[in-house]
């Protein structure tokens, strides 16, 4: 059994049950966007408790030593606590399009997240995925070489906003393989512990590219 194309299946009745039929004039901010829609497709992906994995939706510390606080992330459950994370997720809700400033800080921090993850956990990736309007793009967060830590695009989906833009979603095969990829990211890489190194903060980049020679336009 195929169960990549259960968790497709899966999605699809999640959206169908939570869509509106008819667009409306508001604008979706994150708060829906994140219960209504992100949580409908990513949910199947993540959440897959028969194995003690859990999405959650944080905007919390998932750690000590680490500042940052991502939207949502998927921990697994060891005992009577959670580590992790191996995913990490941020939003931006339709009224932040056309902002150029915070959504590259999301990603930006999406990179940080999953790096500190990698060093921590000695995980050989963390999945990363970046919610801009509509717009959900998945990333593959890995210490590629000694101090080389790469995030590259694995896929980028658009979510329909109503029941009657859902024919086109239908055709979602660049999600297939995510959790797989989620599963491999989880392999312990006992080789991390010789080959990670420390990196700037994300108050440091924030910093860096406002007061230095490149500067975010806010």
Request: charged share 25%; with cysteine.
């Amino acid at each position: 059994m195929d169960t990549r194309v259960d968790d497709i299946i899966v999605i699809l009745r999640n959206l169908v049950e939570r869509l509106p039929y008819k667009r409306t004039n508001e604008q979706t901010k994150e708060s829906q966007l994140s219960s209504t829609y992100v949580d409908a497709i990513i949910r199947p992906l993540l959440d897959d408790p028969t194995n003690d994995n859990f999405l959650i939706w944080s905007n919390n510390i998932v750690s000590a030593g680490q500042l940052e606080r991502p939207d949502f992330v998927r921990m697994e459950l060891a005992n009577t606590g959670f580590y992790g994370p191996s995913c990490v997720g941020e939003i931006k809700g339709e009224d932040k399009t056309n902002d150029k400033y915070l959504p590259i800080v999301d990603l930006m921090r999406i990179a940080l997240m999953g790096k500190e993850s990698i060093d921590r956990n000695y995980y050989s990736g963390i999945l990363g995925i970046h919610v801009v309007d509509f717009q959900v793009t998945f990333y593959l967060n890995t210490l590629f070489a000694e101090g080389l830590y790469i995030l590259y695009e694995i896929c980028s989906v658009t979510m329909p906003r109503t029941i009657q833009e859902l024919r086109p979603f239908l055709s979602v095969e660049d999600m297939l393989p995510i959790k797989g990829i989620l599963n491999q990211c989880k392999v312990i890489d006992d080789s991390i512990v010789d080959r990670k190194k420390e990196g700037i903060s994300m108050n440091q980049i924030i910093k860096l590219h406002t007061t230095g020679p490149f500067t975010f336009n806010k």
